[in-house]
């Protein structure tokens, strides 16, 4: 999807989509700044005055009265007529000619003799640097009249931008976002008024009411914090959903689009589902609704007049509805209900937001499972965190909360937890050095490395034997190696900062990763396009309602069944699911919107369906 570009206009108040305020634009005025009074100095040779040979009349004079303190380090102005008679004055000045010039200052002064040729050497040579200082106060002056100008053009953009962008900024959570309140103060209060609306990046969740209450209907927010901590937690339970959201997130390939489609009036929604070859819709903005989206509706629901179809697809203009296809429906495999069990999670570091994670695996985990948290945070001081920050740890009926003290980054410290137990480890960038990019994903990396290269060392002695036979094929004791092998017993979830961390966690496939930056990025970036798309993304980030789910194709089908695309989104339908897309087994990435859904291809059990479901 291409994404507009601003006009090589002049002015910035045309052809411009996006609009990112600067500090600057925050504390400027509405009106012109005031104008300096520019002192003008003249260059040219001034025609002698007949009173210059009057003693009373100094051919220097000063640039302000001598109490001027501005002007305490310039004292004199040299008389550019004088330039002429500078070689009758060198002259003047010899044994043969004992008559001797003067100069007088301003002050009255006399010199006479060599000393005053020396000190009239200085003022010529004041008097030539004089207009190089002038030139660069010119040149400051002229600089803080533009930024001037600019400042106005930017307030004219901002009333003409189809989306304004506020993002947050490095440091403490609530000076960001105190900065992003002033800043949406600062643009609902513009007196042409806002064409678009305002995307703001919060840090702390906390802090969202108040900037809606300050923004209204003008602003949508999107709580980086929390997005990225709901997402490790969903990423932690299914792996390679990391690499899913990247993708619909990202600007690359598919996205959620919604439009209208009125050849749709009247259709099931069951229908819609097959009637567009080249996009997957998702779900429904009910005009009936007051224009609310309803993700994965009933099959029977009919689309209304002024019904909009939210849809997975390439681009805005790469789809649209055709003749609808005739498909087989087929039935489901009769065991099909996939039963939740007790789940032990580690959570290695402390964020800000740990009673709101907590929360979440709450509503996600079935009863008897077991959180552990491993963090150097004392342990009374973890339970007044979370009762602040309004978690009741009496109340939790799935998971039992287990404390382990500790730092993550010294071996023997993990070596004493039973790191090959745990289904999930999430690594969390810790509170302590969160304002550091670098210095977070050097510790979650540290940290990743100790925990697999112990895990790896647990193996069983049978499993590291039958190992030992095809570790020639990676390098002879490469410890990469023992590392994947022990990636496949439990799920590691570090969550970085930086792409360049992303890149050697890639390289090396010893864990599943959440990039905090890029993802916050690509969301603000689509509701920026789309405000009505924030209330997708916030319904599968939620406890409730539906989620992204990667599913086992044994549930839709046997093995070697050969099924078109279509026919397996029907029979997922009888589970009430929507399938977006695949991973077969022998592959890396997982394919969405997949062309030629109606060809038939024959499916492993090894294969897995990226759906979208509600959350169980």
Request: with cysteine.
């Amino acid at each position: 999807m291409s994404l507009d570009s601003e006009s090589p206009s002049p002015s910035p108040s045309t052809g411009r989509d996006w609009f990112f305020p600067s500090p600057s634009f925050i504390h400027s005025s509405h009106h012109h700044l005031p104008r300096t009074p520019t002192r003008r100095f003249s260059t040219y040779p001034r025609a002698r005055r007949p009173y210059d040979s009057d003693p009373k009349h100094s051919s220097f004079q000063t640039l302000s009265p001598p109490t001027d303190p501005k002007y305490a380090g310039i004292r004199r102005r040299v008389d550019f007529a004088r330039r002429t008679q500078r070689s009758d004055h060198r002259h003047a000045v010899s044994p043969s000619n004992p008559q001797k010039f003067e100069v007088t200052s301003s002050l009255g002064n006399k010199s006479s003799g060599i000393g005053a040729f020396q000190l009239n050497k200085v003022r010529w040579r004041m008097a030539f640097l004089l207009p190089i200082l002038i030139t660069a106060f010119s040149s400051l002056l002229h600089k803080i009249f533009s930024y001037q100008n600019q400042i106005i053009d930017l307030q004219v953009s901002v009333s003409k931008a189809r989306a304004i962008i506020v993002l947050a900024e490095d440091g403490n959570a609530d000076q960001s976002d105190a900065r992003a309140l002033r800043t949406v103060l600062s643009l609902t209060g513009v007196k042409e008024g806002l064409r678009g609306h305002i995307v703001v990046e919060l840090s702390d969740l906390d802090n969202e009411v108040l900037v809606k209450l300050v923004g209204g209907d003008l602003v949508e927010t999107v709580v980086a914090h929390d997005v990225i901590g709901r997402l490790m937690i969903q990423c932690a339970r299914q792996p390679g959903l990391a690499q899913i959201w990247e993708d619909i997130l990202g600007f690359e390939n598919c996205e959620f689009y919604i439009k209208r489609w009125p050849q749709l009036d009247g259709m099931q929604f069951e229908d819609a589902l097959i009637s567009f070859p080249d996009a997957i819709p998702c779900g429904i903005k009910a005009a009936s609704y007051g224009g609310k989206i309803i993700l994965n509706p009933d099959d029977s629901y009919v689309l209304q007049e002024a019904d909009e179809v939210l849809v997975i697809a390439e681009d805005d203009d790469t789809y649209s509805p055709t003749t609808l296809p005739t498909v087989w429906r087929g039935n489901l495999p009769k065991d099909f209900i996939v039963p939740k069990s007790a789940e032990r999670i580690l959570f290695c570091g402390w964020r800000r937001d740990m009673e709101d994670m907590i929360m979440v695996l709450e509503a996600f985990l079935a009863p008897g499972s077991e959180l552990w948290m491993f963090n150097d945070v004392p342990e009374k001081e973890r339970e007044k965190k979370l009762i602040d920050g309004g978690l009741d740890i009496n109340q939790l009926v799935n998971i039992s909360l287990i404390n382990r003290e500790g730092n993550a980054v010294i071996r023997r410290h993990l070596e004493s937890l039973p790191l090959e137990s745990f289904d999930s480890i999430l690594i969390l960038a810790d509170e302590s050095v969160e304002d550091s990019a670098i210095q977070a994903d050097s510790r979650s990396l540290a940290t990743l490395l100790l925990i697999r290269d112990i895990q790896a060392k647990r193996l069983p002695y049978r499993e590291a034997k039958i190992f030992q036979g095809h570790r020639a094929s990676i390098s002879q004791g490469s410890w990469i190696g023992e590392m994947q092998q022990a990636s496949d017993k439990s799920v590691i979830i570090s969550e970085i900062l930086d792409p360049r961390t992303k890149n050697l966690l890639s390289m090396s496939k010893i864990s599943d990763y959440v990039l905090s930056n890029e993802l916050v990025s690509m969301a603000l970036a689509m509701v920026a396009e789309d405000r009505q798309i924030n209330d997708v993304l916030e319904e599968l980030f939620a406890e409730e309602g539906n989620e992204m789910h990667i599913r086992r194709a044994d549930l839709y089908l046997q093995d070697g069944e050969e099924l078109s695309f279509y026919e397996v989104l029907l029979r997922a339908r009888q589970r009430r699911e929507i399938v977006i897309g695949y991973r077969l087994a022998n592959a890396e990435k997982a394919v969405i919107n997949p062309p030629g859904k109606n060809e038939k291809r024959r499916w492993s059990l090894e294969d897995v369906f990226v759906v979208i479901a509600e959350k169980e």
